[in-house]
């Protein structure tokens, strides 16, 4: 399966370095340059396609973000970002301060208002659902987009929090199902 996942475009949250989780946040102005942006990635998925299947989170954040690059899409809870819990509209440096060691390294003992667990168990169970598919584009979240990427590179989501995606950001993963 090739999986293409582009991170939803910044909201005001995200410029100011808040968790949003399932907060569901619209996005803010869109510049020239995220515009110049959306350009460049969509001349990288006219080469990738045609895509079997265009999915979105139930987050309002990746609907703007997909129709923005003129996307008709279904709409996957799987694809939901983490339940950050009582750190959704906090600075992420406060998660960080509180859980430093434990975020980087073994994420997946964390339960926030969802359990890392359980982030991994979505990960798996979207793999499953859609195996039959061999070219998906998926409007998604940061930490699901990083976790996603561990797993398909290391066989879990451990790795996840060492894994920077910045929003609009478009990665093309290539998944043994």
């Not at 990738?48 to 923005?68: E, G, I, K, M, Y």
């Not at 859609?130 to 797993?151: D, E, P």
Request: proline content about 3%.
């Amino acid at each position: 399966m090739q999986i293409t996942v582009i991170r939803h475009l910044p909201t005001e949250w995200n410029k100011k370095t808040w968790l949003q989780g399932r907060q569901d946040i619209e996005l803010s102005q869109v510049s020239e340059e995220l515009l110049k942006g959306i350009e460049d990635n969509r001349k990288a998925l006219q080469k990738l396609a045609p895509f079997d299947l265009v999915l979105a989170s139930t987050l309002q954040r990746t609907h703007q973000t997909a129709n923005l690059y003129g996307y008709k899409y279904e709409i996957e809870a799987l694809l939901d970002e983490l339940d950050f819990g009582p750190f959704e509209g906090v600075p992420k440096k406060k998660l960080i301060e509180k859980y430093r060691e434990v975020w980087f390294e073994n994420p997946r003992e964390l339960v926030l208002g969802e359990s890392i667990k359980n982030l991994e168990k979505r990960i798996v169970m979207f793999l499953d659902k859609y195996q039959k598919y061999t070219n998906i584009l998926a409007f998604g979240h940061g930490s699901w987009i990083r976790a996603m990427i561990s797993y398909a590179q290391y066989g879990d989501i451990n790795q996840m929090n060492k894994i920077d995606v910045v929003n609009n950001a478009c990665i093309t993963l290539s998944i043994e199902t």
